[in-house]
């Protein structure tokens, strides 16, 4: 899976490529007619079509744009070359059975001067500035590696020579001292394994890499529980036996194998981008087209029944246990129990006007607001009261690893009939399982899926409306 830097690059080579693609095209057309008086023809849009077809199945024959193409920029100069080739040709076999005109037998050699000069130029111009970007917005990936070891080695050097898109803060090992491997000064050893996690913490680092097996020392399997429950994630660099961890997730760095706890296809930065666009279309949809108007009336029949703000707001825990400002219409009257009860079946508190936001699911409309800026997503883990977070964390297996992702107005523990007031443990332990369901099998379609079964389930009414 892509890094942030991959991704950025790639997407940034798609688009101005396209750019360059079209603009080659409408130049050399347009020099043509001007310049060759006895060599016109009229406009096509069928063959401006045909130029940028026959460039993506050059670019797509070639692996212009994928991943390992693009981790090494010598790899992508090289590669780019070749696509202008092959695309140029390509584009005139295409005239040849076309039987086109003399006008775009020299429009063949106009457009490959031009397409030279552009992409050399804006490969050279996109690597300033895409390695402007990467400094300025340090997207480089915080890591840390457990075990300093030959394969911690490997997998250090793996990271120094991939300094655009990862940022190696060091070592820790079982006792804090080193093996006799060197590599250079960012590669210092920083302490032993029990220390890894607080400065994690500290240095803001969300993925750690251990050489060290599980089961092979009882402090890495200690340090995967401390790790989840301040949602760092650990991941395992190592020779496996075939077939010894099939339930778990497998990438590779370079040729290094590295296994997941679990899959988590929103690890993958496409995936990333795919639903906060998603997010993003569909929160500003409700925004300009249902609360504009939605806002005002439901304001003034809130407060028209009780004394207070038409809206409540409270800090629940979002992405990595970060506390945010969650918005709701008031649906109670005002009270100072607000950030330490959950609203039961007949709560005292709930005005009548409340009851009717809450069953209709009206009162967390607001919410929207949240996913519009990034705190939240339509779909996620519902976010809990912090109370609530260091109650249930403190007491429930895997509690934490729900905060991996955004929380959301619904979600598949909601649609299952896991929403509303938990009455004991067991209860949030089947939320937070099927939290995590969700987490390790997201796609879009899953999403689509949960808003449409959120939507039934509000027209049929849900018993836990309350």
């Known amino acids: 899976m892509g890094t942030r830097f991959q991704y950025l690059l790639r997407t940034t080579l798609l688009i101005s490529d396209f750019i360059i693609v079209n603009g080659t095209w409408l130049i050399s057309y347009f020099i043509l007619q001007k310049i060759n008086y006895g060599l016109r023809a009229q406009y096509n849009p069928l063959n401006l079509l045909s130029f940028n077809l026959c460039w993506l ?37 295409f005239l040849m059975y076309q039987n086109q005109a003399e006008f775009y037998k020299s429009f063949v050699l106009v457009s490959l001067a031009l397409i030279s000069v552009f992409f050399t130029a804006s490969r050279f111009f996109l690597t300033f500035v895409v390695e402007f970007i990467i400094d300025k917005a340090r997207l480089q990936q915080k890591t840390a590696i457990i075990g300093y070891n030959e394969m911690g080695v490997k997998l250090a050097k793996y990271f ?19 093996s006799g491997y060197a590599i250079n000064e960012s ?3 920083v302490g032993a394994i029990d220390q890894c996690i607080d400065f994690a913490i500290k240095n803001d680092i969300r993925e750690v890499y251990s050489t060290l097996l599980p089961g092979q020392h009882q402090k890495v399997t200690e340090l995967v529980e401390v790790a989840e429950r301040n949602c760092i994630r650990v991941k395992f660099v190592g020779d496996f036996q075939p077939g010894a961890y099939a339930a778990h997730h497998v990438e590779y760095l370079d040729t290094l194998p590295v ?24 929160s500003a949809l409700v925004i300009i087209l249902i609360l504009s108007w939605l806002v005002p009336v439901l304001a003034i029949l809130v407060k028209l029944e009780s004394r207070g703000a038409a809206f409540f707001r409270q800090l629940r825990s979002g992405k990595n246990n970060e506390p945010f400002w969650c918005y709701k219409f008031r649906s109670m009257r005002e009270n100072k129990e607000g950030d330490l009860l959950q609203a039961s079946k007949g709560d005292k508190r709930i005005t009548k006007m409340g009851s009717f936001l809450r069953k209709t699911s009206l009162d967390e409309f607001p919410q929207f607001w949240n996913v519009f800026i990034g705190d939240m997503s339509i779909v996620g883990p519902r976010p809990h009261m912090l109370k609530h977070t260091e109650q249930y964390s403190a007491i429930i297996n895997k509690y934490m690893v ?44 899953l999403d689509i899926k949960i808003i449409f079964m959120t939507v039934i389930n509000i027209f049929k009414g849900e018993e836990q409306a309350y």
Not at 408 to 432: C, F, H, P, S
Request: a positive charge; one cysteine or more; charged letters at 25%.
């Open 187 to 189: 590669g210092r050893i």
């Open 160 to 178: 120094e020579g991939k300094q655009k898109m990862y940022s190696f803060e060091g070592f820790f090992d079982i006792d804090g001292e080193g």
């Open 259 to 282: 296994i997941s706890l679990r899959a988590e296809p929103l690890q993958d930065v496409s995936n990333r981008v795919k639903k906060r666009i998603f997010d993003l279309v569909i």
């Open 57 to 93: 199945l050059a670019a797509g024959f070639l692996g212009l744009y994928q991943y390992n193409t693009i981790q090494k920029l010598e790899v992508t100069y090289r590669k780019t070359i070749k696509t202008i080739i092959v695309h140029v040709c390509f584009f005139a076999v």
């Open 402 to 445: 729900r905060q991996f992702l955004k929380p959301g107005i619904t979600g598949w523990a909601q649609v299952n009939g896991y929403r509303g007031e938990t009455k004991d443990t067991e209860l949030m332990e089947k939320r937070v399982e099927y939290d995590i369901w969700y987490m390790e099998n997201w796609s879009l379609m």
